[in-house]
Every structure is written in C-alpha cells, then in structure tokens.
C-alpha cells in the first residue's frame, strides 16, 4: 500500500507539474504559429494523465490480488504509520494549494489535478486508518488476518480510483472531438438565439455550441430574407453585441463566430 500510495502521489506530482507548465504556455497568445488557439492542448493532456494513472492502478490491482492469493504480507506498522501521516498532511497541501491554482487559472488541467490530489489525500488517510487496523489485529491475535490488509487496501482504493481516469478520458475525448457543450450552456445560447430570430424576424438560425478546454466555442449561423430587420453590417454587429453581452455569464474563454447569409448552403 505505502508503495502504491508513494507511486500514485509521485506521478500525480509530476503531472501537476507539467499541467502548470501546460496552462502558462496555453496562456501565452501566439496568434501566428496558433491561429485558432491551444485549447485542445488540455483535453489531450487529460487523457494522457488519465491513461497513465488508469495503467498503474490496473497494474497495482492485479499485483496485489496476487498477493492475497499467496497468503498477503506483513508490515512494518511503525513505518507504514509514520510515512501515512506525512503522506496525510503532504498531500492535503498540495490539494489545497491545487485547488488556488485551478481557480486562478480557470483550467480544467489543473482542476483535474486538484481533484487527483483530494482523492490522493484521502488514499493517505485511508492508509492510516487501514495500518491501524492491522496494528488493532495483531494486539487481539489476528496476525493471519492482518497480513491481508495491505493487499486489501491496495485492491480496494485502486478499483475506487479507476472511476476517475474513465471518466477523464471520456470528457475529454467529447472536447476532443468538438461535442455539444453541456446542458445548461446549450439551453442557454439556443434560447438567446431564437429570442434574436423573432425579434429581428429572421428566416431561421443554426447555433452550433462546443466546449474545449477552457474554451466555449461558439458559431451561430442566421438565415436573412427580405422581410428580415438585418438590412447593414450595424444590424449583424449588433446582433453580435448581444450574444457577446448575454454570454459573459459562462466562465469560460469566448470563441464566437456570428454569421448572416441569404442561402442556407453556407449555413450547414
């Protein structure tokens, strides 16, 4: 378990690291090399994160069902008392310092991490209180039994801890691929748009809402006819001040493309 918690935090570690090092390069505008932006730079780096720790709690997982199938091990409960604490009280800095860093930056590299290190944090308190249990054993003359408990452990944090990497790498792989941003936000743009197709009497509209990274990108499409309020480049133009003003709400970077066509080929 020490060896397991020791690996999981290490990694963890080094890929905090790398994330903040990712979100300052994403964050430096660089509009010749990177036209369209980095935003695809962070789902990318969370399901290579994500693969990684999936990979090393499948591995740990089977190790440690072998062990239990050979009979567990014993431990060294002062030592494995000793490093849980530190590895407690480690841990819950780091998440804590995590969770700053993910609220300054507004990155969901970094606000996976955070939540990476809070699971971490409470893998170390886990190992605390399973030692103690095992030191609890062997005083009522369980030693057959306590010699379990560390694989046990081993194998019951790392089947908790797959949920996290899986459903990482699934959001993700949906930023990845451009698809339709979530509920609320949808509900939200799709209401304003249609608000904007009555009032300005527009043939139809196509909004089309993805979230990537930090980035909410946004392209909405109106079908202008002759009986349509959009005579000028002002009318489109302030058309744009007001999806531009109605979504500020979003906490998220704006990617906006609003465009005004006659024939709706150019639309879809």
């Known amino acids: ?66 062990q239990v199938l050979n009979g567990g091990n014993d431990v060294e409960a002062g030592f494995a008392l000793g490093y849980a604490l530190i590895s407690s009280v480690g841990c819950t800095a780091v998440y804590l310092y995590m969770r700053r860093a993910s609220k300054n930056l507004n990155s969901e590299i970094v606000k996976v991490e955070s939540s990476q290190w809070l699971m971490d944090s409470m893998l170390s308190v886990g190992v605390l209180v399973g030692f103690l249990i095992s030191i609890i054993l062997k005083y009522i003359g369980l030693e057959n039994l306590a ?58 509209s196509i909004a089309r809402v993805a979230k990537v990274g930090r980035e909410l990108r946004i392209e909405i499409d109106f079908i202008v006819s002759k009986d349509s309020k959009i005579k000028s480049i002002e009318d489109m133009d302030k058309v744009r001040e007001i999806i531009d003003k109605n979504t500020n709400h979003f906490d998220l970077k704006k990617w906006m493309n609003v465009s005004f066509t006659k024939n709706k080929k150019w639309a879809i």
């Open 147 to 204: 010699s379990y408990v560390d694989p046990g452990m081993v194998i019951l944090s790392s089947t908790i801890f797959l949920k996290m990497p899986i459903t990482s790498i699934m959001e993700a792989f949906k930023e990845i691929t451009n698809s339709t941003a979530d509920d609320q936000i949808n509900y939200d743009i799709n209401l304003l748009v249609k608000e904007i197709e009555e009032e300005y009497n527009l043939e139809e």
């Open 1 to 66: 378990m020490i060896a397991f918690d020791g690996l999981y935090s290490f990694i963890s570690l080094g890929l905090a690291v790398f994330a903040i090092i990712t979100t300052n390069f994403i964050n430096k505008s660089d509009f010749k090399n990177y036209p369209f932006g980095k935003a695809t730079l962070e789902p990318m780096l969370v399901i290579i994160k994500s693969l990684v720790l999936l990979i090393m709690c499948v591995i740990t997982m089977l190790s440690s069902i072998k």
